[in-house]
């Protein structure tokens, strides 16, 4: 029994302390596509209307990333809105989707996060609505960084699971940013949405369903 003990605690520290904070090599394709800014399974691609941004819709139910951009950018601003749920096997470290210079970077820390256990459960059970029922987008720790690339922008939001002490973001305002590069992570299983503006001109090629890996998975062009 102790030796038992023994190997679960052993499996388990190397689970929390090195798998999740693991970051692999990737291969960012050349080009200008947009890539994806997490590993884990596209929950949603949906069309969105100039001045509404929502995360999620639960029973007709919108939350709205106000936090998004300056007063005024999203009101004239339509596009498409991608979820990837990363999975706690998934790499947890986000990348640059398009290179270009980071135009504001904006949190929403709410009084208690709720757990992301049920968004499992949907992906295991093969919900065609994976997102039904899941709480945790209307209302847990978010961080939304808008990027601008050429004659758009874009925002990636980082969404916190109740498990996650911090979400980590290293970019600040007039920060240079890369194509493919690191630039923070969320850890156990978290969410991370990419709002893609039309004045960029991209158009989705992820379905939900699909896996994703950031800074190396076309999911726009």
């Known amino acids: 029994m102790l030796l038992l003990l023994l190997f679960a605690a052993i499996v388990f520290i190397l689970w929390r302390f090195w798998f999740f904070f693991r970051n692999p090599p990737r291969h960012v394709p050349a080009g200008n596509s947009m890539l994806s800014p997490a590993d884990g399974y596209v929950v949603y691609v949906r069309r969105v209307n100039a001045g509404e941004v929502p995360m999620a819709i639960k029973k007709g139910r919108q939350v709205m990333l106000t936090e998004l951009a300056a007063p005024g950018e999203m009101a004239a601003s339509s596009g498409f809105l991608i979820g990837i749920f990363m999975t706690p096997f998934s790499v947890h470290y986000n990348r640059i989707p398009l290179s270009g210079v980071v135009s504001s970077v904006h949190s929403y820390k709410p009084g208690n996060n709720r757990t992301m256990a049920r968004m499992i459960f949907n992906l ?4 065609r609505a994976p997102e039904t029922g899941c709480t945790y987008l209307l209302t847990n720790e978010r961080r939304t960084t ?9 925002a990636v939001t980082q969404i916190a699971d109740v498990w996650v002490s911090q979400i980590v973001n290293r970019m600040a305002p007039g920060d240079k940013v890369n194509r493919g590069t ?14 893609i503006s039309d004045q960029l001109g991209y158009q989705p090629v992820c379905r939900p369903g699909s896996y994703v890996y950031a800074g190396e998975t076309v999911i726009a062009s």
């Not at 808008?146 to 874009?154: C, D, L, N, P």
């Open 182 to 195: 690191p630039f923070g992570m969320i850890r156990f299983g978290s969410q991370t949405d990419l709002f």
């Open 146 to 154: 808008v990027i601008h690339a050429g004659k758009g922008f874009y």
């Open 124 to 127: 295991l059970t093969r919900n």
